[in-house]
């Protein structure tokens, strides 16, 4: 047997505290578990970005003391990490999803034997073979595309123009006041609209939302998506808000507090990677389960709040209860759930710092 394991935790695999570690046995592959082996077993170990899930880098070693135990009713495989050494890993196992799997590719190792030379002298000479065999390609002509000439609408009124010149604006910097070089019978000569009625289209909802709103539910890139949260929670009137102090692990949390609720809320693009790390969200929640947090020089209490941890995704719709943990709430928030809070907001005059409050703490 010879397993191949991938994370995206930030310390694996090579600076693993007591060289352990463990997996929720949801990413283990059935066939490990039914035969856990007694000896120590060949491993390639892949470490993977925490949010954009591509792979960063690999290593050969072995695991062993394999071991499955329960913790908060749900069942872990853990186990130990020697020998590693770095390892260009082949492109074929960097798609490997997270979770421990069975190497079922082929994969040179140390102990396998170098193909024969013999084997590969008669392959070389197949390849010549084929490739004498193989006729000539037939010469490429170049194609040459006649560039269409283009027909555009100004005041209602088709005019053709030469493609190669280029349109002005006047400096009087009024918005009908356009003058173009056009095509009339094939010269060229300047022409000068009068001003005419500009059609301004009724205002709408979507007149006060800040443009990155649509751009915020396709973001793929964890920095400016951290940052188009902040913003919202920003813009939903928080005041007492705090961004995140660091990029990833434990630290990778932000903080809010609005009357009497108390959020500690983080942002991911993968929010699979944090339900499957309880010592990130446990970490989260032991916070608010203090009389106090801080946030660089504030301090705020945590006495009589209503407690919650956030973790803010675009990868889903719907809000998610995770679990509940000495009264404190883990919640999976949509981030369109924050979009459409802030429509409320403008759509419902009547909406005071209670009403807020109340949609926070229920979202």
């Not at 006047?170 to 918005?175: I, P």
Request: proline residues 8%.
């Amino acid at each position: 047997m010879r397993l191949v394991m991938v994370t995206t935790a930030q310390s694996h695999w090579d600076g693993l505290a007591g060289n352990t570690a463990m997996f929720s046995e949801a990413v283990v592959q059935p066939m490990v578990l039914d035969e856990l082996p007694n000896e120590p077993v060949e491993t390639i170990f892949i470490k993977k970005n925490p949010d954009t899930r591509r792979y960063e880098k690999a290593w050969r070693g072995k695991s062993k003391n394999f071991k499955r135990v329960t913790k908060q009713d749900r069942d872990y495989l853990t186990f130990a990490v020697e020998g590693l050494t770095p390892f260009d890993c082949p492109e074929i196992l960097r798609t490997k999803t997270v979770g421990c799997h069975l190497l079922t590719e082929f994969i040179d190792s140390p102990q396998e034997p170098p193909k024969r030379p013999i084997a590969a002298s008669i392959e070389k000479k197949v390849a010549l073979k084929q490739d004498i065999k193989k006729p000539s390609p037939a010469p490429v002509t170049p194609v040459i595309v006649q560039e269409e000439e283009k027909e555009v609408v100004f005041y209602n009124t088709p005019v053709a123009i030469d493609p190669s010149v280029p349109v002005y604006l006047n400096g009087n910097g009024k918005h009908a006041d356009i003058e173009a070089v056009f095509t009339t019978n094939g010269i060229a000569e300047p022409a000068t609209k009068p001003d005419a009625p500009v059609n301004i289209p009724a205002a709408d909802e979507t007149d006060a939302e800040p443009g990155y709103f649509r751009a915020l539910l396709s973001n793929t890139n964890p920095t400016s998506f951290e940052q188009q949260c902040y913003t919202t929670l920003r813009l939903l009137g928080i005041h007492d808000l705090h961004r995140p102090t660091n990029a990833a692990g434990t630290d990778a949390h932000g903080f809010f507090k609005f009357n009497t609720l108390a959020v500690v809320y983080t942002t991911t693009l993968v929010p699979v990677v944090l339900q499957e790390n309880p010592l990130v969200t446990d970490h989260y929640l032991n916070l608010l389960k203090k009389e106090k947090i801080r946030f660089s020089s504030t301090g705020y209490s945590l006495k009589d709040t209503q407690k919650q941890v956030w973790l803010i995704t675009n990868a889903v719709k719907e809000t998610e209860l995770l679990r509940t943990e000495d009264g404190i709430k883990l919640k999976l928030i949509p981030a369109q759930k924050l979009l459409n809070l802030y429509r409320s907001r403008l759509q419902e005059p009547e909406m005071n710092s209670d009403g807020l409050w109340e949609a926070l703490k229920n979202i």
